[in-house]
């Protein structure tokens, strides 16, 4: 599959996950197999993200500086914790409901869980729209200097 058409896919994948959220849909609290659809569906948005980021990008297949193929790392790594996420949570809520209860007598499932959860999920969603935004800068910092030397 070529880059654009990825794009496609997964920006589509974004804009309907998205939707789905905002608007609060009631398919989001319907059950998948004892797993409530709304963490399914994030789960395959914050993947869906991911691959936007690396197809936006054209896989940083430019990447020829220092700035540009760490961020093709990271993007590279936002991606593997992305597809990792639902097992994550599940580690750390203890539960297919990722749920958190101030009742709970280890880490799993406790109020602090829930913080490290919401943030690896903050993380994965603003990580790449930044990443991006470096990236844009960086290159045309690069094209500057090669256009001038």
């Not at 540009?68 to 599940?90: E, M």
């Not at 406790?110 to 800068?137: D, Q």
């Amino acid at each position: 599959m070529n880059y654009n058409r990825t794009l496609a896919i997964s920006v589509l994948t974004v804009i309907i996950v998205a939707f789905l959220f905002i608007t609060g849909n009631s398919i989001l609290t319907k059950s998948f197999l004892s797993i409530p659809a709304g963490n399914l569906i994030l789960w395959l948005g914050l993947i869906a993200l991911q691959i936007t980021n690396y197809s936006i990008n054209k896989g940083f297949e430019s990447a020829n500086s220092f700035l540009s193929n760490t961020i093709k790392l990271l993007s590279i790594g936002l991606l593997l914790l992305s597809i990792l996420w639902f097992g994550i949570a599940y580690f750390i809520s203890g539960d297919l409901g990722f749920n958190f209860n101030s009742n709970a007598t280890s880490f799993a499932g406790s109020p602090e869980a829930g913080v490290l959860h919401w943030r690896i999920i903050y993380s994965l969603v603003i990580s790449p729209i930044v990443l991006i935004i470096i990236y844009k800068i960086g290159s045309c910092i690069e094209n500057r200097k090669h256009k001038t030397s």
